[in-house]
């Protein structure tokens, strides 16, 4: 019988000015970018989480530490390569992402396709297993007053 395991990802970081906005291995433009040790791409950060759980082996903070010099700047779509090397190790494949961003601004329409593309990149799998979607905060919580940024992921694995 076939195995299939499924993880949830979450992340969030501030905007900062000075830094860029990357979302999915995308720089999107904005005023403001977020604040973090690595690139602080949301979306890849939570996919990698999900991927993580999936495969029982912790969550980002135990491979990636931020505290660990290593990882300064570190580009997040390399983070989700090395991620899903350690799934395979233990056998697993990626089924299929879906993970949604959360920020009140910008609209990331124009952008979504790339994001799916860059993330299926990275994890091995046809564009057609990852999906992306955007929603806004609608003025409620740090998104919604524009403070930040956040994303949630699902990921599927099976071996």
């Known amino acids: 019988m076939t195995e299939v395991r499924t993880g949830i990802g979450y992340d969030a970081h501030p905007f900062a000015p000075d830094r860029r906005l990357v979302l999915g291995g995308v720089e999107v433009p904005h005023e403001l970018g977020v604040q973090g040790h690595s690139d602080a791409d949301v979306l890849t950060h939570a996919v990698i989480d999900a991927l993580l759980g999936a495969a029982a082996l912790g969550d980002i903070g135990v491979h990636f530490p931020d505290d660990d010099p290593a990882y300064a700047?570190?580009?997040?779509?390399?983070?989700?390569?090395?991620?899903?090397?350690?799934?395979?190790?233990?056998?697993?494949?990626?089924?299929?992402?879906?993970?949604?961003?959360?920020?009140?601004?910008?609209?990331?329409?124009?952008?979504?396709?790339?994001?799916?593309?860059?993330?299926?990149?990275?994890?091995?799998?046809?564009?057609?297993?990852?999906?992306?979607?955007?929603?806004?905060?609608?003025?409620?919580?740090?998104?919604?007053?524009?403070?930040?940024?956040?994303?949630?992921?699902?990921?599927?694995?099976?071996?």
């Open 73 to 159: 700047g570190a580009d997040s779509l390399e983070l989700l390569r090395r991620a899903v090397a350690l799934a395979a190790d233990e056998g697993f494949d990626v089924a299929n992402v879906d993970a949604t961003v959360v920020l009140e601004r910008p609209r990331l329409a124009e952008h979504r396709d790339a994001m799916r593309a860059n993330l299926a990149a990275a994890l091995g799998v046809d564009v057609a297993r990852v999906n992306v979607k955007a929603t806004r905060g609608e003025g409620m919580g740090f998104v919604g007053r524009g403070e930040g940024a956040a994303a949630l992921a699902v990921v599927t694995l099976g071996d």
